[in-house]
């Protein structure tokens, strides 16, 4: 007979081969779990505690599509308009950053026509965590002004290609700039993100499993235990400086898990 429901108390065995390349128990009486795997029917409203806000332009959506294993679209459309689409816990306060938060997601970009996302439009797209609160603004600084963030970016940052994957944070002391993993997206094709704040001091990114820090130490020890965040996956056209695009963004599933408080 298995001695593994004596050794792990009767608790889900779960391996994790990005991070921690092992086999770890964790139990709803010692973690949190929030997961979707958006399985809903087209036009429906997102299940609580997830959110879909917008801004901007109305001709965006953000809605699910008719498509195996679930999938949350946010797509723009080509009305010469700043437009914002946001996924989160609409304000809610549940997330500690110094009780080992772990976030995953599963997302792809599709573009519309172009090679690359276009610098006078300026796009701005968040994977990752932000302070609770937060609402979606089409506007550049609104991420960058928020109190606590950690995340994955990709768009027209700084005047790049809008292929590259870059990683950034803020504490309120350490403000780390958006910093290329030295990784390219690939229009079309799904890849799955990874933040694991285990160590608040050392925060690791991962890309496709593949750590993507890039000789980059994340330090977001400064975030009190108190400083409350929210998964935050922001799709913004910020700018209508150029030829708008119908370009979209799927989100397959989001996983965020976390040491109960």
């Known amino acids: 007979m298995s001695q593994i429901p004596e050794l792990t108390g009767g608790r889900r065995l779960v391996h994790d081969a990005i991070s921690e390349k092992q086999w ?12 979707s795997d958006f399985i809903q029917d087209v036009g429906e409203t997102p299940v609580l505690p997830w959110v879909v806000t917008e801004a901007g332009s109305t001709s965006a959506t ?10 949350l679209r946010l797509l723009h459309s080509t009305d010469n308009a700043a437009e914002a689409m946001l996924l989160s816990l609409g304000g809610t306060n549940a997330i500690s950053p110094t009780k080992e938060v772990i ?15 276009s610098e006078d439009s300026d796009y701005e797209c968040i994977v990752g965590l932000a302070s609770a609160g937060s609402a979606v603004s089409a506007s ?12 994955f970016r990709v768009g027209s ?4 290609t809008g292929l590259n994957i870059y990683i950034e944070s803020d504490d309120g002391t350490n403000d780390n700039a958006p910093h290329d ?4 997206w690939v229009s079309g094709t799904y890849v799955t ?19 993507a ?3 980059k130490q994340i330090n977001i020890s400064n975030m009190a235990a108190t400083d409350l965040l929210e998964p935050y996956l922001l799709f913004a056209r910020t700018s209508n400086g150029g030829t708008e695009r119908a370009h979209s963004m799927d989100i397959d599933y989001v996983k965020c898990t976390w040491k109960r408080s």
């Open 181 to 184: 993993t030295g990784i390219d």
């Open 62 to 71: 953000g809605d699910f599509i008719d498509a195996a294993d679930g999938v």
């Open 213 to 215: 820090n890039n000789g």
């Open 103 to 117: 976030l995953e997601a599963r997302v792809k970009w599709t573009l519309s026509t172009d090679a690359a996302f």
């Open 24 to 35: 770890v128990s964790r139990g709803a009486e010692t973690y949190v779990e929030l997961f």
């Open 193 to 211: 993100l990874k933040i694991d704040m285990t160590d608040t001091s050392n925060v690791k990114f991962f890309v496709d499993g593949v750590k």
């Open 157 to 160: 940052v700084g005047g790049a």
């Open 140 to 151: 550049a600084a609104a991420f960058d002004g928020f109190d606590d963030t950690v995340a």
